[in-house]
């Protein structure tokens, strides 16, 4: 199976910060990546989708980049919603697999 | 609205079986492949299965092969989740997902989730 291996496991942060978060798969995904965020007691919610296009909804301060192996999640400026755990999945191969998490705390 | 929405989630012992369901609403049901996802609480997310539009074709996780059946019934709009041979490492919350395969496979669509408990 594919590996996902998200750093950092937990990021503190500020509102107006700049973060960015990375994830790196064991071989080439090509752009198969999705990004998700889920707070606590919800489902996750799709963020972004083939590795960098926002999906319907989700506020412009988000941004994916990356193809192949190394992909990254940023938040411009984060906003107080933003606060939660964070998600990368690959769908390259059958067997789906996602990142151990992000947890993005207020500092 | 799209929705799905789980259910059939319980408390199971060790060697027991479960079915999940999960009922999807405002969207064509019928056209998309659907996952199941589970995730122990606090916890990070394992996918568990998929199968196409038409049910004719499925895939399984390692962990769950040979004891879930992933199945659908498109005239009712609903997926379900066969679970036998039940373990303590099966408690989860079980989450039903569609698949979108026009963003590359995103899950664009989950339920609220469904607990499954496993124990004696």
């Known amino acids: 199976d594919i590996q996902m291996t998200q750093s950092p496991s937990s990021l503190s942060a500020s509102v107006g910060d700049r973060v960015t978060i990375s994830c790196r798969a064991s071989?080439?995904?090509?752009?198969?990546l999705t990004w998700y965020q889920q707070k606590p007691g919800e489902a996750p919610k799709v963020l972004i989708y083939a590795a960098s296009s926002l999906h319907s909804g989700v506020p412009s301060r988000f941004a994916g980049r990356g193809y192949g192996t190394d992909f990254t999640l940023t938040i411009s400026s984060l906003q107080p919603e933003d606060f939660a755990t964070y998600y990368c999945q690959q769908s390259y191969s059958s067997v789906i697999t996602f990142g151990q998490g992000t947890r993005l705390e207020i500092k | 609205e799209e929705q799905l929405v789980e259910s059939g989630g319980d408390l199971a012992q060790p060697g027991g079986s479960l079915r999940l369901s999960c009922a999807a609403s405002g969207f064509s049901f019928s056209e998309y492949w659907m996952h199941w996802v589970r995730q122990v609480p606090g916890k990070g997310m394992l996918w568990v299965s998929r199968?196409?539009?038409?049910?004719?074709?499925?895939s399984y996780a390692d962990a769950v092969r040979g004891r879930f059946t992933i199945s659908r019934d498109n005239a009712k709009n609903t997926l379900y989740l066969q679970m036998n041979s039940l373990t303590v490492d099966d408690t989860a919350v079980y989450y039903c997902?569609?698949?979108?395969?026009?963003?590359?496979?995103?899950?664009?669509?989950w339920g609220q989730g469904a607990m499954v408990t496993v124990s004696s």
């Open positions: 071989q080439s995904i090509s752009r198969y």
């Open positions: 199968i196409n539009s038409d049910g004719s074709s499925s």
């Open positions: 997902a569609r698949d979108d395969r026009g963003a590359d496979d995103a899950l664009d669509v």
